[in-house]
């Protein structure tokens, strides 16, 4: 697996730059990376804010000295001794939650270990997963008087509005966007209105990120996917296929020339087997083709993949020419979900401006 | 990731008594479980022999004292220093190839090191993805005799009938078998009508393996994947439900009762983005729940998964009842398919008869 500083860093750098005129904190999600390397050249402080989805990464990142952490997963009351535990060691480690039931598993665990623990309120921004309604005062009102009188910290509100995934145009995003900051301020004035504090409004993803018209009410947003890029993202838009910085390094290994396939050492392995683009307008296959340089092949594709295979093929219907590939030759292929793909690795070769691997960065994989 | 010990050796037990009744060796495929507390159970002997799809586990299971080698994917000259390496270590690892470009980048490194590297031609069972076409004798003695004349060991022929992934009628695998068998036999019979050694004829896939109805002309069958089963082999046909030994482990982190969700802890990222069943008869989504102790709830699936959530509910138009599962109640989802969903994990929580973790067996990842 390949990264491209470069853009990796012109990504970053775009984001910062459009989160700091929209006026709100920006916290990288380290779920697509989780890497210390990348987290450090994402986050806007040597110790946070960040996001994290598992546990590990919250103990590998806290080790690693991030202070400012919250685990984006409804927590489940078997989680609380290791939150407990990487709390210990120094770091904020935040959890979020959407239902009574969990708030008391939460107050019933601070009142015994005595640790007063940071808890945001999960709301619902468009009907995609989890979260409380953001109408619904009373519910977030309960939950938030629970977590008060069992002297958890009442640290706010989370919206994700990964509807968002679903769109392609920048209207129909930046109106997503504008339902997801419109929903997280409601929520936020319930919770004040029942006289509770909610310090942090947090809302976030890739694509309301890139179109969000603007972030009046909300205190920081959430972001990881962009840092990478990949062909979903490029699919909806919120990104060009230029600035994809991941790619998976290829060897061909045969032909069947009556086919018009090429067979190389890429399978689903390692591009993942997310097929995403599969439900937008251009299907990539398993991945864009690119020469050893990073530049797309017109319309070449990995058509199919099995274990440790791609079948790299045109495009359906292309009028391009297949490339002349010997056996041996070398290809970049670009992925369809940085996340998926980035997880069937334990390490990015890193590559510098004249796309020389000049480093290896770790990764963390795993609970 | 959980691992039902005695339902592994259930299957590996059936395989083995069935591969001996027809009078072929059998070659464990170790792509799915990467990991020598399973091949020790696999093999037929303590060396091997075995079949693997990375050079890293061809490193990692010759460390563990495995001889008996075959590394699965058509070789690129770039691998082959790699490939003498393990061998140095005592290994003998063969690799496989489809073209004469392959045969001289092997016969030029033969020649240059000494070393005189064993070979099997992949030959085309199905038109499923690379291989020399069986009845193209001029091919095959053009390669094996490159092979021969530089040195290299010719030691026979190698064959994948992977279009049976697509059957799901018993008649039709036994023929698709046949099919593999007879291929197999013509191939061999090419090359030693050229006067080539052939000493080897190896076939296999788990559903050609579970049905083929004789292997006549065969030396040894191949097979990984049945060792775990999985929803997509059930779907086939080549296992049932209860044979399946692996599982992941879930917790209740909320519900949506509106819209009859369980949401766990349990996304892509746990389950693979795998959704072969998708095409098979009866869609599993991303896998199917069953209760802690293993026992499938009635129409129970996991409908839709995100990064680090699974969305539960019940299949599209059941009737059954969705169960009332709790905040941190435990559930385990079964795989659509095992290789993909083992990648995603590092270790085996291995259950005793009594459904108790009794040991934890490491696995490897990557290349």
Known sequence: MLLDEGRLEANLARMKARLAGL???????????????????????ASGPAMVSTLREAAYFAQGGVRDLIYGVG?????????????????????????????EAVAAWVRASGDPLPVL?????????????????????????TLVAGGATLRGV????????GL?????????????RAAAARAAGH???????????SVGSTPTARFARHLDG????????????????????????????????????????AEGWIIVDAGWMALSRDRGTARQAVDQGYGLVCDRAGRPYPDLIVRDANQEHGIVALRAGSPAALPELAVGARLRIL??????????????HVLDAAGRPHATWPRINGW
Chains 1, 2 share one sequence.
């Not at 989370?158 to 509807?163: N, Q």
């Not at 369809?336 to 069937?344: D, K, S, V």
């Open 121 to 145: 309120i999960e709301v619902d921004a468009d009907g995609h997963r989890s979260g409380v309604a953001p109408e619904d005062a009373d519910g977030l009102a309960a939950i938030g008087r």
């Open 335 to 348: 992925p369809n979900h940085a996340c998926a793909t980035g997880a069937q690795h334990d390490r990015y």
């Open 191 to 201: 919770l004040r209105a029942a006289g509770l504090p909610c310090p942090v409004v």
């Open 218 to 257: 909300v205190t920081e947003m959430r972001a990881g996917v962009f840092m990478f890029g990949d062909l979903f993202q490029a699919g909806i838009g919120s990104c060009v296929v230029g600035d994809i910085a991941l790619s998976v390094l290829a060897t061909v290994i045969g032909h069947r020339r």
């Open 158 to 165: 989370l919206l994700h509005a990964g509807d968002s995934y």
């Open 75 to 103: 927590i489940a009351p078997q989680k609380l001794g290791r939150v407990g535990a990487i709390r210990r060691h120094g770091a904020d480690l935040a959890v979020i939650l959407d239902s009574v039931a969990q708030a």
């Open 23 to 45: 006026g709100v904190a920006f916290r990288p999600h380290l779920k697509t990376a989780k890497s210390l390397d990348v987290a450090r050249r994402a986050m806007t402080g």
């Open 168 to 180: 392609s145009d920048p209207q129909a995003i930046a109106d997503a966007a504008e339902a997801e």
